[in-house]
């Protein structure tokens, strides 16, 4: 029988999914979405919604259902190679390649370096990230007890943070909405869904929703069903968090194009919100937010691609891989953050849509009975689109192919262009493993877990 999970520990580890989703871009992002959508923002942020918040959920609750420990055993229900392969190449992304990297670039820029020289540009940064990933890598080390660190203590000093800015906004607003911009006078909606892409939470997803299951086995739950029940309680509260705080930084930066002008990025429209309300004082408050909400992110990053490694290779200890990790992140947070985001948006380009079909399949496993080609057609198809999308956002655009996918693909001048093969995909997996007349791919391990 399984021991029962008290509802603090579940808040606590709501708490803790909160923080690690939440860096310092999902602070950017609705503030920019509110000031170009100006009139429209309550539509536009309800798109935003479904793709930062409702995909991280789903994400998580997929991996609580399907089972699954991991997400290499999970992508392997396409094939062995695949799970491994695709499994390497998100966890480099979200990790050390990429995010990791962001999260001090990121909290230097914002937090960091508007209260130093001009002078002090280059040094200051390679200072910062020594001490920034110095932190990281302590925490990381201490991984058994994330839940305490992060949902007990770093989680509520953010919010407190945040909650003191928005308190501030709604009480005061700085102005009157204003009209939208010319992107979001029509199908804000849809615009806020393209969004809501920006967060890349829907990867991080996979990775995250493994801590979570570690931590309510840790406290007792075994069976299937008690680690479904118990990480979607957690995943609620961490939803429902972020749904609260992007809707409200949306309204801040709505309400400040009056009197801040319209800006060129949500870090400068939270600054000037940060400003306007507490002078001096607020760019104290935004640099303790960034450095907070970065932070926790970061540790999670390491945490998690340290575990997974250690899995991966064996002969290498996960305090190796961290101190690995942290240092690699702290020389490829040296390049920039500019530079760090025109690399990766090509990769994330081209696996997001893998991670989205994948977490949908999972939920639909039990309805096409696990056949392994419902996976391999949906996912073959769902690639070929995004491996051209991702060429088109590096730049190499293949006019044949993108006018062919342009005039047979639905929603393909926006993106989602994967979306009709993914289930055409799905559609001929399925009539192929009827043709065969093959024992469909659930095994005992599909049905049950540990």
């Known amino acids: 029988m399984d021991n029962k999970i008290s509802n603090s520990y579940i808040i606590a580890v709501g708490f803790m999914l909160f923080a690690l989703f939440f860096g310092a871009g999902n602070l950017i992002f609705p503030a920019m979405l509110g000031q170009t959508a100006g009139s429209n923002i309550w539509e536009a942020n309800a798109g935003f919604i479904a793709t930062g918040v409702g995909l991280p959920l789903l994400g998580v609750i997929a991996l609580g259902i399907s089972g699954k420990s991991d997400l290499q055993s999970l992508a392997s229900r396409v094939s062995p190679s695949f799970g491994v392969i695709f499994t ?15 999260t001090g670039t990121v909290s230097y820029e914002i937090g960091i370096r508007p209260f130093l020289p001009e002078s002090m540009g280059t040094i200051g940064l390679i200072i910062f990230t020594i001490l920034f990933f110095g932190i990281t890598a302590y925490f990381s080390l201490k991984s058994s007890k994330i839940v305490d660190i992060v949902g007990k203590y ?36 849809f615009k806020g869904f393209q969004e809501g892409y920006l967060t890349m939470d829907a990867l991080a997803a996979f990775v995250f929703g493994i801590i979570v299951i570690d931590a309510v086995r840790a406290k007792g739950a075994k069976t299937k069903k008690a680690i479904m029940i118990a990480v979607t309680k957690a995943g609620l509260i961490a939803a429902a968090l972020l749904a609260i705080i992007y809707t409200s930084l949306s309204f ?115 309805f096409f009975k696990g056949r392994k080609e419902v996976y391999q057609f949906s996912m073959l198809l769902t690639f070929i689109v995004g491996f051209f999308d991702g060429l088109n956002a590096a730049g190499v655009k293949i006019e044949a192919v993108n006018s062919f996918f342009s005039s047979v693909l639905p929603l393909h001048s926006v993106g989602l262009g994967w979306i009709f093969p993914a289930i055409i995909g799905a559609i001929l997996g399925i009539i192929i493993a009827l043709f065969k007349r093959g024992t469909p791919e659930e095994n005992s391990q599909e049905k049950q877990i540990v």
């Open 88 to 102: 390497v190449v998100l966890y480099l992304s979200i990790g050390p390649l990429f995010a990791i990297p962001r």
């Open 154 to 189: 770093l989680t509520p000093l953010l919010l407190i943070f945040i909650m003191i800015l928005i308190g501030a906004a709604f009480i005061n607003p700085i102005g009157e909405i204003q009209a939208p911009t010319e992107k979001y006078i029509t199908d804000a909606f």
């Open 252 to 366: 801040i930066g709505a309400s400040s194009v009056q009197g801040l002008g319209l800006l060129d990025n949500g870090g400068s429209v939270l600054s000037g919100a940060s400003n306007h309300y507490f002078g001096s004082f607020g760019g104290i408050l935004l640099s303790l937010i960034v450095l907070a909400a970065c932070l926790t992110t970061s540790i999670g990053l390491i945490t998690s691609c340290a575990a997974y490694f250690t899995k991966l290779m064996p002969n290498v200890s996960y305090n190796k891989f961290v101190l690995i990790f942290s240092v690699f992140s702290a020389g490829i947070a040296n390049f920039g953050l500019s530079q760090l985001i025109s690399i990766s948006v090509p990769v994330l380009t081209a696996i997001y849509p893998l991670a989205i079909v994948l977490m949908f399949l999972t939920f639909l496993h039990p």
